[in-house]
T-cell receptor, first 113, second 110 residues
Framework: IAGITQAPTSQILAAGRRMTLRCTQD?????MYWYRQDLGLGLRLIHY???????GKGEVPDGYSVSRANTDDFPLTLASAVPSQTSVYFC????????????FGAGSRLTVL | QQQVKQSPQSLIVQKGGISIINCAYE??????FPWYQQFPGKGPALLIA?????SEKKEGRFTISFNKSAKQFSLHIMDSQPGDSATYFC?????????FGTGTSLTVIP
């Protein structure tokens, strides 16, 4: 089934540790995005990539980094996790930047203690 | 600062009733207004969307009403069903970025 695969599904992490959330899509979409979802705050864009080899900052990029080495993969890295990064993280993609439809993955729930 | 304001935060509706969720924005550069539906443990999925040159769009039991002058848009779910119980997000697009509302948790009671 075509779509977005995120891993891990859930993770508990000690503060200060490094963590990479993985995202892979098989739809050959050019644009990919990382959002975090927090109760009362909705979905907020962390970083995005319009095409392989390029990345950009969203609304809440601090403490996060991304890379886009190829079309399919868009990992999100927390270099030194802090408790405020406890959230549910969603990867999304669209066939072109700003296209009408975002396709989301099932999410990765991250708890930083 | 929230670019798109959404209300209510939660909503309980009887089966067969009408569910109404409201959103408001300030930035006139927004050019596309989708609604996403999210079930527990799943990612959001596009439900219905509207462009600002249209005042209403209907797809089955779901209708978006759009008031450009008031910078407001709303989702109406007619004949609400227990299967509609989910979290709903409005959003607005500017350039290649979407800005989401804070979400509304809808519960439809049988």
């Amino acid at each position: 089934i075509a779509g977005i695969t995120q891993a891990p599904t859930s993770q508990i992490l000690a503060a200060g540790r490094r963590m990479t959330l993985r995202c892979t899509q098989d739809m050959r979409h050019n644009a990919m995005y990382w959002y975090r979802q927090d109760l009362g705050l909705g979905l907020r864009l962390i970083h995005y990539s319009n095409t392989a080899g390029t990345t950009g900052k969203g609304e809440v990029p601090d403490g996060y980094s991304v890379s886009r080495a190829n079309t399919d993969d868009f990992p999100l890295t927390l270099a030194s996790a802090v408790p405020s990064q406890t959230s549910v993280y969603f990867c999304a993609s669209s066939d072109s930047p700003g296209a009408n439809v975002l396709t989301f993955g099932a999410g990765s729930r991250l708890t930083v203690l | 600062q929230q670019q798109v304001k959404q209300s209510p935060q939660s909503l309980i509706v009887q089966k067969g009733g009408i569910s109404i969720i409201n959103c408001a924005y300030e930035n006139t550069a927004f050019d596309y207004f989708p609604w996403y539906q999210q079930f527990p443990g799943k990612g959001p999925a596009l439900l219905i969307a509207i462009r600002p040159d249209v005042s209403e769009k209907k797809e089955g039991r779901f209708t978006i009403s759009f008031n450009k002058s008031a910078k407001q848009f709303s989702l109406h779910i007619m004949d609400s069903q227990p299967g509609d119980s989910a979290t709903y997000f409005c959003a607005a697009r500017m350039g290649n970025q979407f800005y989401f509302g804070t979400g509304t948790s809808l519960t439809v009671i049988p």
